[in-house]
């Protein structure tokens, strides 16, 4: 399964702004939803002022639940959710 370009590029953004020093967590409250998430943002600069680009937020609890991993015999398919337990 490809990633796509603009996926690719935040990823990049990111990498650059945490070998700059300039990568953020920051608290903030879901939009839709209103939960406290804590977001990673690539921090730069507008004149005076510090301007934060939201790139996405921390799973909560744990991560393992939360995703589904590629399945190296699918290219295009996910590994199943073994059923009573965590995500592979």
């Known amino acids: 399964m490809a990633i796509p370009d603009h996926a690719r590029a935040n990823f990049n953004t990111l990498l ?3 070998g700059d020093g300039n990568l953020a967590l920051m608290e903030c409250m ?11 943002c ?9 301007v934060f680009t ?4 921390l799973a909560d ?5 939360a995703y589904l991993p590629p399945d ?3 290219p295009n398919g996910f590994m ?6 965590p995500a592979p």
């Open 42 to 50: 690539a921090v730069g600069r507008d004149g005076s002022d510090y």
């Open 30 to 40: 879901d939009a839709v939803t209103g939960e406290r998430r804590y977001v990673l």
């Open 16 to 18: 650059r702004a945490a």
């Open 61 to 65: 609890g744990d991560p393992y639940d």
């Open 72 to 74: 190296p015999d699918d």
């Open 54 to 57: 939201p790139f996405g937020h």
């Open 80 to 85: 199943p959710k073994p059923e009573g337990g």
